[in-house]
């Protein structure tokens, strides 16, 4: 993996020690009905059980802590919901102000979240360069530097830790990883993971829903390419372009990207809800759908991971996806770019 990003394992390994006793060490769940569909062991790391809901808590941690080290009074964000929460929060357990840029159609549960965490919290359009706008414009207004959702080397190190214990958890359990499944927005998340997979000979894959496939398309094309998002359930996985510094790293060192469709993810947010007991948002549930679309060519590997990345979910959704009949998770070739 090249250095042109500046980033290496050893510096999510770096987070990981900095992050000691900050973050909560999510449990790693397994289900047999999960392992049957699969033909494998998958491993789910639960970060939906993460301070702030989401292992966007990780990253944030770090990259403000980092800021108020060296003498920040306040922080930036912009995002569609759980990085916002995570910087509120991390801002508050370093006594630096926090204003957060989301869109005017965020999930109400993530803007309250937001907003009890001491953040302001300003509404601005439906799409990513409308809230980076106004992020841009905030910063420059009150010199609060921005922490970027995905294109930051310390939120980039510190996402990777969830991947990282991951591993950890999977070898301490005598079953280490073949296979490496990671939700994509902007990319932060699975370039985290393929810095804490590097060198392991672990396959990394991103997942992303149908017709939110930046990542995919710039794979495809050898350079980043943005996308118009489709309508998806999974609201945090709908940038319209992988960010800069995640498509460097992960460019030459993912395996792949799987695309899944809406009625995928919500048949995966029904297994883990109903055979782990514990509660994952669509975006969350995502990377389960892409491990298990992936479950033909996985079935020869002997254990998949999952990194489950949130938990802030709608009530209304919840029951929504509840109420529809239970579809057969589909599977087949053809499914990773």
Same mark, same amino acid.
């Given at each position: 993996m090249s250095r042109t990003v500046g980033q290496?394992?050893? /510096?999510?390994?770096?987070?990981?020690?900095?992050?000691? !006793?900050?973050?909560?060490? #999510? $449990?790693?769940?397994?289900?047999?009905?999960i392992d049957g569909l699969a033909g494998a062991r998958v491993l789910l790391k639960a970060e939906n059980l993460q301070d702030g809901g989401s292992y966007k808590m990780r990253g944030a941690l770090r990259a403000v802590g980092r800021l108020a080290t060296a003498g920040h009074t306040g922080v930036i964000a912009q995002s569609t919901g759980n990085h916002a929460?995570?910087?509120?929060?991390a801002a508050r357990q370093h006594g630096l102000a926090a204003t957060v840029v989301? $869109?005017? /159609?965020?999930?109400? #549960?993530?803007? /309250?979240?937001?907003?009890?965490? !001491?953040?302001?919290?300003?509404?601005?359009? #439906? !799409?990513?360069?409308?809230?980076?706008?106004?992020?841009?414009?905030?910063?420059?207004?009150? !010199?609060h530097p921005v922490v970027d959702a995905y294109d930051h080397p310390d939120v980039i190190a510190g996402q990777g830790t969830a991947s990282l214990e991951l591993l950890e958890e999977a070898e301490r359990l005598g079953t280490p990883l073949d296979v490496l499944v990671v939700p994509v927005g902007g990319g932060g998340g699975v370039a985290g993971a393929c810095l804490a997979a590097a060198g392991t000979g672990i396959e990394v894959y991103g997942v992303e829903p149908a017709g939110c496939d930046s990542l995919a398309r710039s794979l495809a094309a050898?350079?980043?390419v943005p996308v118009t998002p489709a309508p998806t359930i999974a609201d945090g996985l709908r940038p319209s372009c992988v960010g800069e510094l995640p498509f460097a790293i992960v460019r030459d060192a993912l395996r792949g990207v799987v695309r899944v469709g809406d009625d995928e993810i919500g048949a995966a947010f029904r297994l883990i809800l109903m055979e782990l007991k514990v509660l994952a948002e669509p975006s969350g549930a995502a990377g389960l759908a892409g491990a298990l679309r992936l479950a033909p060519e996985a079935a020869r590997q002997r254990t998949i991971g999952v990194v489950l990345t949130g938990g802030n979910v709608e009530a209304a959704l919840?029951?929504?996806?509840?109420?529809?009949?239970?579809?057969?998770? #589909?599977?087949?070739?053809?499914?990773?770019?």
């Open positions: 290496v394992r050893a /510096d999510v390994e770096e987070a990981v020690r900095w992050l000691a !006793g900050r973050v909560v060490r #999510t $449990p790693v769940l397994r289900s047999p009905v929460v995570a910087v509120a929060l989301l $869109p005017v /159609d965020a999930a109400p #549960t993530k803007v /309250d979240r937001a907003r009890a965490a !001491g953040a302001r919290v300003v509404l601005a359009g #439906t !799409g990513v360069e409308e809230r980076v706008a106004v992020a841009n414009g905030l910063s420059a207004e009150s !010199g050898g350079a980043r919840v029951a929504r996806l509840m109420a529809q009949r239970p579809a057969e998770v #589909t599977s087949g070739e053809g499914a990773a770019a």
